[in-house]
């Protein structure tokens, strides 16, 4: 086994605001392969996009601090770099795209103006060759009439041109790694068909390891080989993609399953929902941070921080003090539990 | 199901007084028109153009239904859900509602036309719930206040009388009575979302416009209020006209479904025939770009990915709207003759010059 692309060990960021601390990623550790796609999948405040900053280095204090914790890349500690070293990974390295791509590109600089500048920032190449390599990547993300579009203002482009530009920008520099935050939340449905294909299609061939951060189990299932349930700044479940979708071994994982509406579902069956409403991270509840939402939480929940362990399939872990009771994947989302079975 | 009750398309005279409208029906959309000025100028504004946002479209909706409207961002389904509420004046056509009156007898206006007075009262039995739960509520209002607005508008009850009723919808909605003294930002989006379902019931409608009520909630949330919209149908009786882009929360909410492109409707089904039969190529496009959460289909699924982006409105393609990204389009047909919206099979209606059955998934 050779050693991981990225490795997070015990990440905390806090924010600290008006009302407290925003324990927005609490105590999260895992790990990436060159290569491999992983999906980081959560609803609105479970930690997934801090996460992403985290890595790029973009937590700016005082605002936002990053309190213990490693990230590994490529065998140097990110957390430990100078701004000038970090300025040379970020881009170069490790590149991002953002969910928005209006805000993301400056309106004022063409579209080929904002490409050269990461190339000649992290490559050794002169302005002419900057501009070849700039065209190519715009006829990468199969954008036709490439040399005129290097004149064009963001203005001028849809959503999907928009955020072609982005992955044409993020790749341009041959990066090991690719984040991508929620890329394709902000366009329709058959755009993001084209962009997610695009990606996958760019991500094999050069080998980049793509970290998709997205609240959409859907667009996971067709594009990862691995994924992590993320829940008020805690990793709940990770593993195998299969093993996540087939055989969910935390109730929270489960609850969104079966929360999903699915385009091939024949009954209009009940949505299993999961009650309630995340916490407040701010004022997180004791113990088991799901336990509130939970229909099998026993009193070591409300007790003990379940930690993420070895559970279900070989390589999948999940964060649940009764996960090897509860057989989860036998039993249908949106059927009411049976309370017998798991009080133990 | 043959029978012309679902027939979307029937002409009627000028002067028609809608009295072939069957009994069954609360809603019929005849011939929908809208459009949006293009002007030029800062003092003397000049009209130079026109955005056809919603062109000639025909659909009407029993009691107890609901059609699901779907398409992507632009194709005018937000516009025609505005069009049938009468928040925008229709530029032509007409839109039948089947209002129930005081004594219990059901009347049929015209929405595109009625006098403000008789607007007012249709007013009372069609409401909208609107997509975005954090712009839609005044942040300075008290939940009690918003919800019992409509019933202050109408004269309904004395005070007291109001906030009883305010305290009763507040439960049906799944939220507690405590909650009538708060204000929008103590809630969570879910939350607001109920509320502003609390108000459109206040009421008692029988016909709601639900405008993208979940695509701003996160997944576990947008169960609950897709739930609490099956819940209230069932109880009240409710008749939905569901708008949205996800085409998997509409197979779930809908009875039939109707997908528009470009100002356009391409097809309308069943629920059942939509989704297992789909004939328009648009509508196998859209839905082979929908992901589902199960990675042994999506990993094994041919996407018929589309070229481009859509057209603009102001100036749509000539023929059919679609043949510019269509897979299917000929030359000489597709983009010369705009495709007649008809009836294939039983209540399956397609506009398209090569309409062909294929699964999608």
Request: some cysteine; hydrophobic content about 40%; overall charge negative.
């Amino acid at each position: 086994m050779t050693e991981p692309l990225l490795e997070v060990d015990d990440l905390r960021t806090y924010f600290s605001t008006e009302e407290g601390i925003v324990r927005a990623v609490d105590g999260i550790s895992f790990s990436m392969n060159a290569g491999e796609r992983l999906g980081v999948v959560g609803e609105s405040g479970s930690g997934k996009s801090v996460t992403a900053l985290s890595v790029m280095g973009l937590i700016e204090p005082p605002a936002g601090q990053i309190v213990t914790g490693r990230i590994m890349f490529k065998g140097r500690n990110l957390l430990e770099l100078d701004e000038d070293e970090l300025q040379a990974v970020r881009g170069g390295q490790i590149a991002m795209i953002f969910q928005d791509p209006m805000t993301a590109l400056n309106p004022v600089y063409t579209i080929g103006d904002q490409l050269m500048e990461t190339i000649l920032l992290h490559q050794d190449v002169n302005r002419a060759e900057a501009r070849e390599i700039a065209i190519q990547a715009i006829e990468d993300v199969h954008i036709p009439n490439a040399k005129a579009q290097m004149l064009d203002y963001p203005h001028q482009y849809s959503g999907g041109m928009r955020q072609r530009i982005m992955i044409a920008m993020g790749l341009s520099c041959n990066p090991d790694l690719l984040i991508a935050d929620e890329p394709t939340t902000a366009l329709d449905v058959t755009t993001q068909a084209q962009i997610m294909d695009l990606m996958l299609q760019l991500a094999d061939d050069r080998g980049t390891a793509v970290m998709l951060i997205t609240h959409d189990l859907g667009v996971v299932a067709g594009f990862c080989n691995d994924a992590q349930v993320m829940y008020a700044g805690g990793i709940v479940e990770s593993g195998k993609i299969d093993d996540i979708y087939y055989n969910p071994q935390h109730p929270y994982t489960w609850g969104l399953l079966g929360s999903m509406t699915r385009l091939d579902d024949e009954q209009r069956h009940r949505l299993h929902s999961v009650r309630g409403a995340p916490p407040s991270v701010i004022d997180l509840p004791q113990g088991c941070r799901f336990r509130p939402r939970c229909d099998f939480a026993t009193e070591i929940c409300g007790q003990v921080l379940p930690a993420l362990r070895e559970v279900g399939n070989p390589g999948q872990q999940a964060a649940c003090h009764h996960a090897e009771e509860l057989n989860l994947h036998e039993m249908t989302a949106g059927e009411p539990p049976a309370v017998e079975e798991v009080s133990s | 199901m043959s029978d012309t009750k679902n027939d979307p398309v029937v002409e009627m005279p000028d002067e028609a007084d809608a009295s072939d409208l069957p009994d069954d029906v609360i809603l019929r959309v005849n011939h929908l028109v809208k459009e949006f000025p293009i002007t030029k100028g800062v003092f003397f504004r000049k009209q130079v153009g026109a955005v056809q946002a919603v062109s000639d479209i025909s659909f009407q909706i029993k009691k107890g239904e609901t059609l699901g409207l779907v398409g992507e961002s632009g194709c005018g389904k937000s516009t025609t859900a505005r069009s049938v509420l009468r928040l925008l004046q229709p530029t032509s056509g007409d839109v039948w509602f089947r209002m129930e009156s005081e004594g219990g007898a059901d009347e049929v206006v015209n929405v595109a036309t009625a006098k403000k007075d008789v607007m007012r009262q249709v007013r009372r039995d069609m409401q909208i719930v609107f997509q975005d739960p954090y712009a839609s509520l005044n942040p300075r209002m008290t939940v009690a206040s918003i919800i019992a607005e409509p019933l202050l508008v109408y004269g309904e009850g004395t005070k007291h009388e109001r906030l009883e009723k305010v305290k009763e919808l507040l439960k049906v909605v799944g939220l507690s009575p405590e909650h009538a003294n708060r204000y929008p930002h103590e809630f969570s989006g879910g939350q607001r979302q109920r509320i502003g379902v609390a108000r459109a019931l206040s009421l008692n409608p029988s016909f709601m416009v639900l405008d993208e009520p979940v695509s701003a909630l996160d997944v576990s949330i947008q169960a609950q209020v897709l739930n609490l919209m099956d819940d209230l149908q069932d109880e009240l009786g409710l008749t939905y006209l569901f708008i949205a882009h996800d085409l998997s929360v509409v197979r779930h909410i809908s009875d039939r479904v109707a997908v528009m492109y470009l100002g356009k409707m391409v097809e309308m089904a069943d629920r059942g025939s939509l989704y297992d039969r789909p004939m328009h190529p648009y509508t196998h496009a859209l839905m082979s770009a929908v992901p589902i959460p199960d990675p042994e289909i999506e990993m094994n699924r041919e996407r018929i990915l589309l070229e481009g982006d859509i057209p603009s409105p102001t100036n749509p393609p000539p023929g059919c709207r679609f043949n510019t990204r269509c897979p299917k389009a000929e030359a000489g047909t597709c983009d010369v003759d705009e495709p007649e919206f008809r009836e294939l099979e039983p209540g399956h209606w397609v506009a398209c010059h090569f309409p062909e059955i294929q699964q999608v998934y």
